[in-house]
């Protein structure tokens, strides 16, 4: 008689079983029974209980449960007593825990039993269930039989909370041959024939076909080195791995499956740690080659005492750690890495063809996108990313060790710094300076190729729009430099200057269309005050002070004699604030200027006819070589003036740039 809390024990199991563990554990029971028996005609029947309408979509019920039948030595009073005994030590020999019939317990309301035994050389029927409270077993019957052989069935039905995960009888046998594959595949003992049916089929599936000559759908591999060893806290320990092809796969992933006592313990993606083993590969037909073939994938199986040791109560993980384990010295992670470089080796040509794929693909990314990762790309080990990489995953990929470099970079140079001088200081300088150097060169590319982009949508932008007209100055505006925003709250990277001016890349201030203490119709768009950022030097007077006004391409009122938005004359104005005291930084203090401080004025919009005219003739600026702009001096307050169109702003910044592009094949 037991007295367990049942209840406490089956809330209590673990994460890792599903609910297949209870028909595996049932079949494996099957099994067992049937070597215990001796007899050669071994047998292991399992019968779908379904429950519920059909589905509209398959036509199928749902599963309910299961019945596993087998001819073996039955439940004789050693193993009724066994069944009733928590942790029973009975099949211990064959890796028994004494606990897998609980499982049956967390996934099914119900657990019935109907045995077949012999005792002295009498037949006895023995029944019972297997109990909820406080025993294991109850409800028991024992009884002669008028039987003629020895046996065992036992039902599991009632499925709890979740549904089955699988309703076809072909994909349920494929689960069950998977997770009981090392039992098939035994030279050293015989497997009994396992059949699988339900009411709505008339043949059974043999399970044991699936290895069958006559209709092969799992064929293992040849593997030239199929063991491995890692060292552990008490020895070196010793792994061998068996790969399979599995064809019509029930899912599109190959896996790595640890093994314990010959049943799969858990299994993981192959692409977990070869990234090419995502997809499924593909066996063309003897006969018509390529135009018919199969699909299969892989799985690896490792077998081991560490595994057989190692493994749960539940048989639904191991007692080791997932990836580092200091105390037994061996993960579950080196283990599936070395079982996956080994099922590599067995479809090594398709691996290779893969990789391949993959590095063309990255490749023409790195050429066609990035081209200033080129160096780096030649570097770096790409066989961590996803077979099929997007774009953004290789950018980020690349980043990330070009980021790993730096930090490398920077701590041999402060390594070096800190160290005392030695002979081979020279070198170790040569090596840091060739990195740092490779580095700047990529970090160049990138920019002169981010500088190709901008200067595409500039030229888009002074296009005709799809609704016949022009875009605004404010869109082209942002292009060059957001409007509303000044340099306090923008990164360097974040504006374009370097289109109107190179020398405004450093500049150390900047006011983009913000009003100032002036009245708001008093400010220009662009206003840069200039000093050098090397010298870090403060406000001073003798620091020239650059303007700059944008016009919407093709529009020419502001020249109209009542227009309020002369930018000629706003520039002027602006100055004599600026000389006055009027204007402060975003902190609130004074901009700094003097009698001679020079100020710049630059005038952008198209030169039309009529702008031509005023300019000419009404302010009285004198024309460009090119004839793309004008330019006056205003020696009183100090002001140099251009206007110039926004035609010549492109095509002095391609002018530029050009022999950069050129020279990256971007032009």
Known sequence: ???????????????????????????????????????????????????????????????????????????????????????????AADGGKGFGRFTCLKYFERVKVKSTFAEDGSFFDRS??????????????????DATDTGSEVEISGIKSVKFPDKGLDVISRVVVERLLPYFVDKERVCPRIVIRDHRSTTPIALNDYLARDNTQIIELAVENPTFSFPSTDGDRTFHVRVFKFFAPRASKSKVALVAHRREVTENPLQTYIPEFAEEFFEPSPDQGDAKGRNFVIKAYVFGDYLNENVSLERGEFRFQSDSDLLNGISQTQIEQRAAEIAQSAVGAEISERRLRKDARIAKYVETQAPWHRILSKEVDFSGLPMSPSHQEIEIFLQKKKYEREVSTRTRVSAILNADEGDDLGDQINSVIASISETSKSDLIHYVSMRRCVLDLFGKALELGPDGKYRSEGEVHDIIFPRRAD??????????????????????????????????????????????????????????????????????????????????????????????????????????????????????????????????????????????????????????????????LLRDAEMRNKVFFHKLGID
């Open 1 to 91: 008689m037991s007295n367990v809390n049942i209840k406490r024990l089956v809330e209590n199991i673990r994460s890792g079983t599903n609910s297949y563990t209870p028909l595996v554990e049932l079949v494996v029971n099957g099994i067992q029974a049937v070597e215990q028996r001796g007899a050669g005609d071994g047998l292991v029947e399992i019968d779908v209980l379904r429950n519920g309408q059909p589905d509209l979509t398959d036509r199928l019920e749902e599963v309910d449960g299961f019945v596993v039948k087998d001819n073996g030595v039955g439940f004789t009073k050693r193993n009724r007593d066994a069944f009733d005994t928590l942790y029973t030590d009975l099949k």
């Open 128 to 145: 019972f269930r297997m109990g909820l409270g406080n025993e294991i077993v109850v409800d028991e019957k024992v009884a002669a039989s």
């Open 487 to 648: 340099s306090d709250g923008l990164d360097y990277n974040d504006h374009n200057l370097w289109m109107l001016d190179e020398r405004l890349n450093f500049a150390s201030y900047v006011i983009s269309d913000k009003p100032t203490e002036a009245s708001s119709l008093d400010r220009t768009d662009v206003t840069v005050f200039n000093r050098p950022v090397v010298f870090r030097a403060e406000n001073e007077p003798s620091n020239p002070v650059t303007i700059f006004e944008f016009k919407k391409p093709q529009r020419d009122d502001f020249v109209n004699p009542s227009s309020k938005e002369d930018p000629v004359n706003q520039i002027v104005r602006y100055v004599n604030l600026i000389r006055n005291g009027k204007v402060r930084n975003s902190k609130g203090r004074e901009i700094r200027v003097s009698a001679t401080t020079p100020f710049y004025g630059y005038i952008v919009c198209d030169l039309t006819p009529k702008v031509n005219e005023w300019l000419e003739f009404e302010q009285n600026f004198t024309p460009m070589a090119d004839g793309m702009g004008w330019f006056d001096w205003r020696k009183n307050i100090h002001l140099y003036m251009e206007v110039i169109s926004w035609d010549k």
